[in-house]
């Protein structure tokens, strides 16, 4: 297997355990059917949500690194960087 669609399968991986985890999530919040375990709940998914991000966004990011040019690289890496302090509380 190479290099390549190994980094792809961890993107993969990662996402399906995050959805995974938002589908668990949701079976929960109707499990318990409390409007407070609900709004708890989903604030655990709030912070779990942006470390899968940059989680699934740095593999793609290594995967990229000796392919394309650096000055793109870095352009690619402010981006996330903006988008994770644009969505901090």
Do not use: C
Request: a positive charge; glycine letters at 14%; proline letters at 2%.
């Amino acid at each position: 297997m190479t290099d390549e669609m190994q980094i792809v399968r961890s993107m993969a991986l990662l996402r399906f355990i995050a959805g995974s985890l938002e589908i668990t999530a949701a079976l929960l919040m109707i499990r318990y059917g409390r409007v407070g375990t609900a709004l708890r709940i989903n604030a655990g998914l709030g912070l779990f949500g942006p470390i899968i991000l940059t989680a699934v966004s740095l593999l793609g990011l290594a995967g990229l690194a000796g392919r394309i040019p650096l000055t793109r690289l870095g352009i690619v890496a402010a981006g996330l960087l903006l988008i994770s302090l644009g969505t901090r509380q």
